[in-house]
């Protein structure tokens, strides 16, 4: 399988297993989406405009290098940040966590995180102005632990509830949230 990225005016072609950063995290090629944006050299981002994978009928020749003193190297001319060799499982999101289809409606969005008893709902209609547009809800088995808004700021409170911090959040539902909350924004952006 060869995965091709097509990213400001030109195209990567990579193996499924290798690691891109993308938003402070290393993520393997065949979990990208076009809702994410890649790590240049500069620290800037680029949106992948468009995903194609293909099977290969006969095996094709590929090469893992490793370069010397250096965890990471830059690839094609936007110079994309990519991991040198093999992460081990506990630094990539290997969690297998989509976003809904459709992330507006009328009456919200439920779904669940990969984490057991952890689920969402995104409301985008009656929002308060300054909370960018949509809000989420955050739920532990059945109970409300958390509020984002599309701001990406976190509630302290809601329905005289103290609800939790980002920092008190399992690490990996955050990293799922923050997903979340960046599908979100760009559907409510395409909205507009």
Partial sequence: ?????????????????H????????????????????????????PIEKI???????PKKVYN????????????????????CEIPANRLNLSNFETPKTLISAKGISGKFSKKGYEYRIDTNK???????????IYKDGKEVAKVMGT????????GNTLLKPS????????????LVNAT????KNRQ
């Avoid at 399988?1 to 297993?17: D, H, R, S």
């Avoid at 929002?127 to 809800?137: A, L, M, N, Q, S």
């Avoid at 008190?168 to 997903?179: L, M, Q």
Wanted: no cysteine; charged share 20%.
């Fill in 65 to 84: 290098f490793a370069v010397q003193g250096y965890n990471s190297y830059f690839v094609g001319e936007s110079r994309v940040l990519v991991h040198n």
């Fill in 52 to 58: 194609e994978t293909i099977t290969l009928a006969t």
């Fill in 127 to 137: 929002i308060t102005p300054g909370e960018g547009g949509f809000h989420i809800h």
């Fill in 152 to 159: 990406g700021g976190w509630s302290k409170g809601h329905r």
């Fill in 19 to 46: 690691p891109f950063l993308v938003n402070g995290e290393w993520l393997t090629a065949d979990k990208l989406t076009t809702y994410h944006s890649l790590t240049l050299h500069d620290g800037t981002t680029t």
């Fill in 168 to 179: 008190e959040i399992d690490s990996e539902v955050k990293k799922e949230i923050n997903k």
């Fill in 1 to 17: 399988t060869v995965i091709y990225l097509y990213i400001a005016g030109e195209v990567l072609e990579v193996t499924p297993e």
């Fill in 185 to 188: 924004q760009k559907a409510v």
